[in-house]
């Protein structure tokens, strides 16, 4: 039997399909973030994430997206407050690090900087803290909403991801 048009849609797309999908996806150019929490323990935990995007000035809300079945999955789901460190170019060593899997970059003890009771990355663009966040299920991904309870901008050129390499932001020309 010929399955339905709804139920091809649903099937998991064949590899080549996507990895042409993923490779289109890559044309987006976007910025480069750290999300970082801080759970009972004191323990840090941080993730480099280009998923990230404004979603309302009024009420001021943000997103991204978590890989459902990510090692940090549990650790941000269940975090009452996160901030988004946006990376300055000369920090792709720091979002190499954080995307390695558990357990290298990922949880760590004596953190130095904080914004709002919340860790961030010293050094970066711009800071975001994000207090309680409102969670949506679609797909391989849960989308992560939250309200932006304070901010800092510190104008460093930001690192650019595109078509899964980096670039540095003060080389783009203005057209
Ligand atoms: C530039 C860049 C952007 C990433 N963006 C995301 C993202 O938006 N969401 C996500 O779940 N993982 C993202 N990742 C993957 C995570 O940083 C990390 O590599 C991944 O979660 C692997 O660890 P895990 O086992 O905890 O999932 C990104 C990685 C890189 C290098």
Not at 83 to 102: C, F, G, N, W
Not at 139 to 158: K, N, R, S, Y
Request: aromatic share 8%; hydrophobic share 40%.
């Amino acid at each position: 039997m010929t399955p339905s048009p709804a139920a091809k849609a649903k099937a998991a797309p064949h590899a080549d399909t996507r990895t042409a999908l993923r490779s289109a996806l890559g044309r987006f150019a976007t910025g480069v973030t750290v999300i970082a929490a801080q759970t009972p323990d004191s323990h840090v935990h941080c993730m480099t994430v280009n998923s990230f995007a404004s979603l309302s000035l009024d009420p001021p809300l943000i997103l991204w997206t978590l890989r459902s079945r990510s090692a940090r999955y549990h650790t941000f789901s269940k975090t009452h407050a996160f901030s988004v460190s946006v990376l300055a170019e000369t920090q792709i060593d720091i979002a190499r690090k954080h995307a390695l899997p558990p357990p290298d970059g990922f949880a760590h003890r004596d953190w130095k900087s904080y914004l709002g009771g919340c860790p961030i990355i010293e050094g970066a663009s711009a800071h975001f803290i994000c207090k309680g966040h409102t969670e949506v299920n679609k797909g391989d991904h849960v989308i992560l909403i939250g309200e932006v309870t304070d901010f800092a901008e510190h104008h460093h050129p930001p690192l650019v991801f595109m078509g899964g390499k980096y670039y540095s932001g003060s080389s783009l020309k203005p057209l």
